[in-house]
């Protein structure tokens, strides 16, 4: 009997999440839990057996994408231009972070907070600091970034610009242009 319990706790787990996903995809981080539940045919007590915070949730959802981008920092590591490695990893950051409504709001979770009142979950932005964090240390040992900057720092740039644009005409296009800005600085080119 405990195998068949756990057989459909794990269907009812990859069903839920399969829901969850489109519903982040269709209405962001302010998906209905009470609406996947439904649409999953369980009751809201399972998903939030499954998924106890929002954050669980929305972490979850984003899990192959974070995981996505933690090898494509391995793989920019190697890069002859730590600047231009950095970008293109912040520029992927992006890019999912539009594409992949709840992950900015996953990202933008206080994780030291939320880690030490849910010690199971894997924080989002703790494995992006850490894979981000060779790429920093290299580009301000170039003297490519100021050398006080942190992953952190970049992590909440990148949610700030996917926030401040997901409700845009070309969301996709204006968290771009946004970002570009932000690493160019107000001032025109000398």
């Known amino acids: 009997m405990g ?3 756990r057989a459909d706790a794990r269907r009812n ?3 839920i999440l399969a829901v969850a996903e489109e519903e982040v995809a ?3 981080a302010g998906a209905s839990l009470e609406q996947i539940a439904r649409a999953a045919g369980v009751g809201s007590a399972t998903v939030r057996r499954h998924f106890p915070s929002r954050r669980a949730l929305l972490e979850s959802v984003s899990r192959e994408r974070i995981e996505a981008l933690c090898v494509r920092a391995r793989d920019l590591a190697g890069e002859d231009d730590s600047r231009a490695a950095l970008l293109a990893w912040l ?5 999912y972070s539009v594409a992949a409504r709840g992950l900015a709001a996953a990202l933008s979770y206080d994780d030291a907070a939320a880690v030490g009142s849910d010690p199971v979950a894997s924080s989002c932005a703790v494995l992006m ?3 981000g964090g060779p790429l920093l240390r290299r580009a301000a040992r170039d003297g490519a970034v100021a050398p006080d900057v942190t992953v952190a720092d970049l992590i909440a740039l990148v949610v700030g610009v996917v926030l401040a644009t997901e409700h ?8 771009e242009r946004l970002f ?11």
């Open 3 to 5: 195998d068949h319990k």
């Open 13 to 15: 787990y990859a069903r």
């Open 26 to 28: 269709a209405h962001g």
């Open 91 to 95: 520029t992927d950051l992006l890019a």
């Open 129 to 131: 600091e850490e894979a």
């Open 168 to 175: 845009r005409a070309d969301p996709a296009g204006q968290a």
């Open 180 to 190: 570009r800005l932000a690493v160019a600085g107000l001032s025109p080119a000398q």
